[in-house]
């Protein structure tokens, strides 16, 4: 189990753009991480996942495709959220969360057994 931290959550413009980051207490090389969201009112929703190691394997929601990009530094304990041409839609509380050896295809919030406390991205004009 891994401690979770995310950042770089805030207010921005629709059309714009916000990394995210979510940093690891330890060493990250075999985890696979995926980033949640969650609108008020609404289900939590997976957004992303990168695979472990150097794995090349991601996940992206249909919603996000071509939009948002994950990556990781490992050296850092730490994976990316890049988000660009964001959405009102976009809005909500941003969750990362790891397992073990996770190989990344689809995501759901059950397989996941480490989460961070989360970071509030606001689309808005």
């Known amino acids: 189990q891994l401690q979770l931290v995310e950042s770089g959550g805030g207010l921005v413009q629709p059309g714009g753009s916000l990394r995210l980051s979510c940093t690891a207490s330890g060493f990250t090389l075999d985890y696979g991480i995926s980033w949640f969201r969650q609108a008020p009112g609404k289900e939590r929703e997976g957004v992303s996942c990168?695979?472990?190691?150097?794995?090349?394997?991601?996940y992206y929601a249909d919603s996000v495709k071509g939009r948002f990009t994950i990556s990781r530094d490992n050296a850092k304990n730490t994976v990316y959220l890049q988000m660009a041409s964001l959405k009102p839609e976009d809005t909500a509380v941003y969750y990362c969360?790891?397992?073990?050896?996770?190989?990344?295809?689809?995501?759901?919030?059950?397989?996941?057994?480490?989460w961070g406390q989360g970071t509030q991205v606001t689309v808005s004009s």
């Open positions: 969360a790891a397992r073990k050896y996770y190989r990344c295809t689809r995501i759901y919030d059950y397989d996941f057994n480490s």
């Open positions: 990168i695979s472990p190691g150097d794995s090349s394997t991601t």
